[in-house]
């Protein structure tokens, strides 16, 4: 078996607007998901994913049977939990230029599913590595950061950034601007996470604020400031200066809640973030729910949020200065 890990990551700015060009730094974080890959004698994929809501599921298809798994659920949640790992395995077998090549496929993840810490990147650059690697190829990361981009393409219809598939590929801090990607310099970030425990689907989100984009050009606006507050925030990461971090954190938040992208419960823990004194707090990732990112040295942010109706989980997180990891 051959396994990879890569982890998941925070917006620190700049989700959404980043898929329209404009730039955005999200920042990895220790929260890993591991993929382990084995060649099969045949052409059909096999996936093993305890931690999809599908209740720890196996399904087996592909290959001269084709077609869909024999697994009771409705077509469109098997569609939504397995069409990254599919799209992961087309790439592998693009790059290596074996077409029909079938894998046993292992997924176990420490990120919560679509709530805005990057698991489909973090589970796709992870499968990737891993499966070109069991072919016998290792990728650069530019190459595998550039195949993992691809994925995430394919599946959100044409509406992804390269951002976080390039962060959970190289991990650190990283800024993303249409097709440059380069690594940053960051401090230690005193970061704490709040997770309400729900989730919201990429593509749909992004479909919405590109049809609001599409109507009203306030709304246009609204994502080139987006790029306004991120490139005052590159300043303030590089000048180390957190409270100026945490103010534009909040003005970032502020455009994406205008946006439609943010929820009662995202917006809860935010408020109960600024509340406790946390620097700074903005929903992260795509939003409809699940996480939000807080700036605070001190324990209190941590505290409130557990303490806060609607906050399901609160914890802080390391900056993960490693991204993909070659485990086997
Ligand atoms: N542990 C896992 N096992 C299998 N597939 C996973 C796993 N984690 C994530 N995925 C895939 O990624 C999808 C979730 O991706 P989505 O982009 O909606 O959320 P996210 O990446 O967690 O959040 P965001 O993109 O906002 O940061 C799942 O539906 C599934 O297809
Ligand atoms: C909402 C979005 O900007 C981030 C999702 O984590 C989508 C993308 O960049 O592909
Ligand atoms: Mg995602």
């Not at 955005?24 to 994929?45: F, M, Q, W, Y």
């Amino acid at each position: 078996m051959t396994v990879s890990s890569a982890p998941g990551k925070v917006y620190l700015f700049g989700e959404h607007a980043v898929v329209y060009g404009e730039p955005a730094v999200p920042c990895a974080i220790e929260v890993r998901a591991r993929v382990g890959v084995e060649r099969r004698d045949d052409s059909k994929l096999r996936v093993h994913a305890d931690d999809l809501s599908l209740d720890g599921f196996t399904v087996e298809y592909g290959g001269d049977a084709g077609g869909r798994p024999d697994i009771d659920v409705s077509e469109s949640l098997l569609v939504a939990a397995t069409q990254y790992v599919d799209s992961a395995i087309e790439q592998v077998r693009d790059v290596t230029g074996e077409d029909d090549v079938g894998f046993d496929v292992t997924i176990e993840s420490d990120i919560p599913l679509g709530a805005g810490l990057g698991s489909s990147a973090a589970v796709v650059v992870a499968a990737i590595d891993a499966g070109t690697r069991a072919l016998g190829t290792t990728l650069e990361p530019a190459e595998l950061a550039e195949r993992a981009y691809r994925t995430e393409y394919d599946v959100q219809d044409g509406q992804a950034s390269r951002a976080d598939t390039f962060c959970s590929a190289t991990g650190g801090a990283v800024r993303v601007e249409g097709d440059d990607c380069r690594s940053l310099d960051a401090p230690d970030l005193p970061i704490v996470i709040g997770f309400d425990g729900g989730a919201g689907e990429t593509g749909e989100l992004v479909a919405g604020v590109r049809t609001l984009r599409d109507e009203y050009e306030f709304a246009a606006d609204t994502v080139e400031t987006i790029g306004d507050v991120v490139r005052n925030g590159e300043k303030a990461l590089a000048a180390g200066d957190i409270e100026e971090l945490g103010r534009l954190m909040n003005f970032n938040h502020g455009l994406l809640s205008a946006l439609g992208v943010s929820s009662r419960s995202l917006d809860t823990m935010v408020w109960a973030a600024r509340d406790a004194g946390a620097y700074g707090a903005k929903l992260t990732g795509a939003g409809g729910g699940g996480c939000i990112v807080t700036l605070d040295p001190t324990d209190e942010t941590e505290t409130a949020l557990s303490f806060t109706p609607g906050c399901e989980d609160a914890f802080r997180a390391e900056l993960a200065e490693e991204g993909v990891r070659r485990i086997e």
